[in-house]
């Protein structure tokens, strides 16, 4: 069974200097109408079915898992909830015109509750699945044409359940939006609705943003975050020397949430082997994609050697006191 991948999304400047460098907006449609939908703080995760009433294969955001190879137990969830999450697919492809009802179907959504992530809402609650995307053979439909894709006995939903948010970017300035976003983000992380929803008070995470002109371009959805889950990055002197801007970038960009992050997916890619080199990498790597976009190339050695230094370091205090 193929894993299938789920596209890493980027945050509005990166769609903003995505734009720009392939000069892409010229294709677009002047006015580029988003709908937002609450981002969730746990694990990715899928559910895919090849045929009607086939068997479901398990994945999460690194690879195929089971019941002995599980990922957060994701794939315990799904064994126990199979007659559900299999009437979820028949709903699906009842809906689906004739020449795709029949075509391998992924449910992709985010796997949630306590265990999985810290300091948020969702993160006190009962494990449940939140589907937020789905993907009919190589392509993504929009959840609000489908049917309404939840099981709430089996603690299954749909992100739409807890709430939209619309907004209408200029498609060769899309960072002009930039003030309406944060103001729907902050509401969204002082009280996350969808904890609120499940009975639980507290933070929220953000908002991921879908472009319903192209829904199926996932080059076109961002991301937007709670102050606690961004850095605030001081503007450096670019005459200090090349060694200090890269100590206070890898300083700034390496939060403990960062981390966290780093280590729940080593742990789940490498499975017990190799988990601080596969952690070095993920915390490098996303740093660097979501942080370094000015950063010049020639200076990036460097700046992924402190980076890799404070993540080490980080990674053998957390292995010292398990």
């Given at each position: 069974?193929?894993?299938?991948?789920?596209?890493?999304?980027?945050?509005?400047?990166?769609?903003?200097?995505n734009?720009?460098?392939?000069?892409?907006y010229?294709?677009?449609?002047?006015?580029?109408t988003?709908?937002?939908?609450?981002?969730?703080h746990?694990t990715?995760?899928g559910?895919?079915q090849?045929e009607?009433?086939g068997?479901?294969?398990?994945?999460s955001?690194?690879r195929?898992i089971?019941?002995?190879?599980?990922?957060?137990?994701f794939?315990?969830f799904?064994?126990?909830q199979?007659?559900?999450?299999?009437?979820?697919?028949a709903?699906?492809r009842?809906?689906?015109?004739?020449?795709r009802?029949?075509a391998?179907?992924?449910?992709f959504?985010e796997?949630?509750?306590?265990?999985?992530q810290?300091?948020?809402a969702?993160?006190t609650?009962?494990?449940?699945?939140?589907?937020?995307?789905?993907r009919?053979?190589e392509?993504y439909?929009?959840?609000?044409?489908?049917?309404?894709?939840?099981?709430?006995?089996?603690?299954?939903?749909?992100?739409?359940?807890?709430?939209?948010y619309h907004?209408?970017?200029?498609?060769c300035?899309?960072m002009?939006?930039?003030?309406?976003i944060?103001?729907?983000t902050?509401?969204?992380c002082?009280?996350?609705?969808?904890?609120?929803l499940?009975?639980?008070?507290?933070?929220?995470?953000?908002?991921?943003?879908?472009?319903?002109?192209?829904?199926?371009?996932?080059?076109?959805?961002?991301?937007?975050k709670?102050?606690?889950?961004?850095?605030a990055?001081?503007k450096?002197?670019?005459?200090?020397d090349?060694?200090?801007?890269?100590k206070?970038?890898a300083?700034a960009t390496l939060?403990?949430?960062r981390?966290e992050?780093?280590?729940?997916?080593?742990?789940?890619?490498?499975?017990?082997?190799?988990v601080?080199?596969?952690?070095?990498?993920?915390a490098?790597?996303?740093?660097?994609?979501?942080e370094?976009?000015?950063?010049?190339?020639?200076?990036l050695?460097t700046?992924?050697?402190e980076?890799e230094?404070?993540?080490?370091?980080?990674?053998?205090?957390?292995?010292?006191?398990a």
């Amino acid at each position: 069974m193929a894993f299938v991948p789920f596209p890493h999304i980027e945050s509005l400047k990166h769609l903003d200097r995505n734009l720009r460098r392939s000069g892409s907006y010229a294709e677009l449609p002047a006015t580029l109408t988003y709908r937002g939908t609450v981002k969730l703080h746990g694990t990715n995760a899928g559910i895919r079915q090849l045929e009607p009433d086939g068997d479901l294969y398990v994945q999460s955001r690194n690879r195929m898992i089971s019941v002995a190879s599980d990922n957060f137990g994701f794939a315990a969830f799904v064994e126990q909830q199979t007659r559900p999450l299999k009437g979820l697919f028949a709903k699906l492809r009842e809906a689906l015109p004739l020449d795709r009802a029949g075509a391998p179907c992924t449910l992709f959504g985010e796997w949630c509750g306590c265990g999985i992530q810290k300091d948020v809402a969702v993160g006190t609650l009962p494990k449940f699945f939140a589907i937020f995307a789905v993907r009919v053979d190589e392509t993504y439909w929009d959840l609000a044409s489908l049917p309404d894709l939840q099981a709430v006995d089996a603690r299954v939903y749909s992100v739409l359940q807890f709430g939209t948010y619309h907004l209408q970017l200029s498609s060769c300035d899309v960072m002009a939006g930039k003030a309406e976003i944060e103001r729907a983000t902050a509401a969204v992380c002082e009280r996350c609705p969808a904890g609120l929803l499940l009975s639980a008070v507290g933070r929220g995470e953000g908002i991921v943003w879908q472009c319903l002109d192209r829904l199926g371009d996932a080059e076109l959805w961002f991301k937007s975050k709670g102050e606690e889950f961004t850095v605030a990055i001081a503007k450096m002197d670019v005459s200090a020397d090349l060694v200090v801007r890269a100590k206070a970038f890898a300083k700034a960009t390496l939060t403990t949430w960062r981390l966290e992050q780093a280590e729940a997916f080593a742990r789940d890619k490498a499975q017990g082997k190799g988990v601080i080199p596969a952690l070095l990498q993920w915390a490098v790597s996303d740093a660097l994609r979501e942080e370094g976009l000015d950063l010049p190339s020639d200076d990036l050695p460097t700046y992924k050697k402190e980076l890799e230094r404070v993540a080490r370091a980080w990674a053998l205090e957390r292995c010292r006191s398990a």
